[in-house]
Nanobody, 123 residues
């Protein structure tokens, strides 16, 4: 069992930055593919970024490429999402997820979800 707890959300002006953190319980964190998803009001949940167990492979949605950076620290059981040049359209609840395989993450069927953290970008 893995529990994921996100933090770092909040209100920021357009052009600003936030860093989200996701702390995971359990001793097998390093074996999981980790990802960040987001869901805006009235919209479906979409993938934002994913990172392999080693951190050597990452994926970004086109809408955040060049602005967001996903990283992980396996020693701290934590995955991060650095968000720069934020736009009002980035406003959403951001969810951390853990999957045993890349395929499960790509299918948006991870094994574990966090509770979500709200990010609001004002114009």
């Amino acid at each position: 069992q893995v529990q994921l707890v996100e933090s770092g959300g909040g209100l920021v002006q357009a052009g600003g930055s936030l860093r989200l953190s996701c702390a995971a319980s359990g001793r097998t964190f390093s074996s999981y593919v980790m990802g960040w998803f987001r869901q805006a009001p009235g919209k479906e949940r979409d993938v934002v970024a994913t990172i392999s167990w080693s951190g050597g492979s990452t994926y970004y949605a086109d809408s955040v490429k060049g602005r967001f950076t996903i990283s992980r620290d396996n020693a701290k059981n934590t995955v991060y999402l650095q968000m720069n040049s934020l736009k009002p359209e980035d406003t959403a609840v951001y969810y951390c997820a853990a999957a045993r395989s890349r395929q499960a993450m790509e299918a948006m069927s991870p094994d574990y979800w966090g509770q979500g953290t709200q990010v609001t970008v004002s114009s």
